[in-house]
């Protein structure tokens, strides 16, 4: 799915939403794919599918510094 485009043609669909989800988060990190991915799986009903994808994120999302002024906006 990675190598047909798939997974980036999803990903830029629901970029918006990743972007009012996750201020803090680079238009171009790793972690998008993996947030997009994660969702689309849960919205296929694909929840074994969804679980690896999910705790990528989580460890990638840990990696990125937080921005206080972030957590108080939202």
């Known amino acids: 799915a ?3 485009g798939i997974i980036s043609g999803m990903t830029r669909a629901i970029a918006p ?3 009012l989800l996750y201020p803090g988060v680079d238009r171009n990190h790793i972690v998008n ?3 997009a991915s994660n969702m ?3 919205v296929l009903g694909l929840g074994w599918a969804a679980t690896p994808v999910g705790l990528k994120a989580m ?3 840990k990696k990125i510094p937080v921005h ?3 957590i108080r906006n939202c």
Request: aromatic share 12%; hydrophobic share 45%.
């Open 33 to 35: 794919e993996y947030i």
């Open 17 to 19: 939403l990743l972007r």
């Open 59 to 61: 460890k990638e999302l």
């Open 2 to 4: 990675s190598k047909a």
């Open 40 to 42: 689309i799986s849960n």
């Open 68 to 70: 206080f002024s972030l």
